[in-house]
Nanobody
Framework: QVQLVESGGGLVQAGDSLTLSCAASGHTFSSYTMGWFRQAPGKEREFVACISGGGGPTYFADSVKGRFTISRDNAKNTVTLQMNSLKPEDTAVYYC???WGGGRFVDKDAYDYWGQGTQVTVSS
């Protein structure tokens, strides 16, 4: 069982940066691929980024490529999403997710564990 807790959301202006963190419980964190997803009102939950257990490789949605980075600290059981050059269309609830094993997992159904989400609002 893995428990995930996100933090770092908030209200920012377009062009600003924000850092989201996800803290995970458990002793085998490095065996999990970690992902970030987001869900805007009235829309499906969509893939943002993921990172394999060893810290790489990383994968990003086209909409955030070049603006967002994902990293992890296996010693601290944390994964971080650094979001730069934020746009109003990045407004959503952001979720951290985990699944056993390495790979490029962009489908939300591939993930077994989810955090409660953190709101990110970008004003224009």
């Amino acid at each position: 069982q893995v428990q995930l807790v996100e933090s770092g959301g908030g209200l920012v202006q377009a062009g600003d940066s924000l850092t989201l963190s996800c803290a995970a419980s458990g002793h085998t964190f490095s065996s999990y691929t970690m992902g970030w997803f987001r869900q805007a009102p009235g829309k499906e939950r969509e893939f943002v980024a993921c990172i394999s257990g060893g810290g790489g490789p990383t994968y990003f949605a086209d909409s955030v490529k070049g603006r967002f980075t994902i990293s992890r600290d296996n010693a601290k059981n944390t994964v971080t999403l650094q979001m730069n050059s934020l746009k109003p269309e990045d407004t959503a609830v952001y979720y951290c997710a985990a699944r056993w094993g390495g790979g490029r997992f962009v489908d939300k159904d591939a993930y077994d564990y989810w955090g409660q989400g953190t709101q990110v609002t970008v004003s224009s």
